[in-house]
């Protein structure tokens, strides 16, 4: 199995990439060990020291390291672990993420709101390592939740203000907002 690795715009996160699907639909957060519960990979990778964060992406891995840690010192154990998982034949999560809320279900303009945020920015931001999930929408505002890479990434907010912000106030006139949560 080779598996490459990529850099993120994010200095304590690193991509990896098995080749092969991951998750296959859909992504899973887990930004502490105690969350990791659901997810026998994330689990495996957050028993290595040094290891604060794992976020699934559909055909990758991105994990977050503690401050203190190297890369030069993590990426061999990450690697031995990744390939671990997949020779052991277990899923990378047993349970699957809950449904929509009913109410947001009907809402027109959160519907054209999380069709540009699915078909324009979740592909640009996987390609860093990272995901952007609706939260929700009130009064104007939309509430993004920013997972994997893009959570504690210097270059975040500019992502968020200058470029989501004003892509959904270009296409959605009822949007005023953006924020992270």
């Known amino acids: 199995m080779f598996i490459e690795t990529e850099t993120t715009p994010n200095p304590a996160t690193l991509k990896f990439l098995p080749g092969r699907a991951v998750m296959g639909a859909g992504t899973a957060d887990f930004p502490d060990a105690g969350q990791a519960a659901s997810s026998p990979l994330a689990k495996r990778l ?18 977050t390291k503690a401050p203190a840690t190297e890369w030069f010192e993590l990426k061999p154990r990450v690697l031995g672990s990744i390939m671990e998982h997949f020779n052991s034949g277990e899923a990378a ?21 999380k069709e540009l945020l699915e078909t324009r920015v979740r592909p640009a931001v996987a390609q860093d390592g990272g995901d952007i999930i609706f ?35 270009h296409y959605v006139p009822e949007v005023t907002e953006v924020r992270a949560v």
């Open 135 to 169: 939260d929700h929408y009130a009064e104007g505002v939309v509430y993004l939740h920013m997972q994997g890479s893009c959570s504690g990434c210097p270059s975040s907010t500019a992502t968020l203000k200058a470029g989501i912000e004003n892509m959904l106030r």
């Open 46 to 63: 957050f028993g290595l020291p040094g290891v604060t964060g794992v976020f699934l992406g559909s055909d990758f891995i991105t994990i």
């Open 93 to 113: 999560v047993s349970e699957t993420a809950p449904a929509a809320s009913p109410a947001e279900e009907g809402n027109e303009v959160v519907a054209q709101i």
